[in-house]
């Protein structure tokens, strides 16, 4: 599924989802993301949520914020958040301002 909002869900096998954002998703614009991948979650039944982080450089407070505001919303519908295909960057920008394991989950690449 392709919107506007920056960021494409495909639906995996087993109950599983894709979500890979574009360069134009903003990060500041949650709601109506969230409202539009709540949706689909329900909609899929959805017991895990992947998102690639392939294209993403550097994870700043802002964009966390974003993670953990998606990683809620899976919360509430019972569904895992986990993050993949994290780049190194991203990592170390990530690790230099949190000081807590964050809500959601981090993988090396999709797992069934």
Avoid: H, R
């Avoid at 506007?4 to 614009?29: A, I, M, Q, R, V």
Wanted: charged share 15%.
């Amino acid at each position: 599924m392709k919107n506007n909002f920056g960021f494409s869900l495909t639906k995996l096998g087993s109950n599983s989802l894709l979500l890979e954002p574009y360069d134009n998703l903003n990060p500041l614009e949650t709601e109506p993301m969230v409202e539009l991948i709540s949706e689909y979650i329900f909609n899929t039944n959805a017991v895990k949520l992947y998102y690639d982080l392939n294209k993403i450089l550097i994870i700043d407070e802002i964009y966390y914020n974003w993670l953990c505001t998606l990683s809620k919303t899976c919360t509430f519908f019972q569904t895992q958040l986990i993050t993949i295909n994290m780049k190194p960057s991203a990592a170390i920008s990530l690790s230099s301002f949190i000081t807590k394991k964050p809500p959601f989950e981090t993988a090396i690449e999709m797992q069934n």
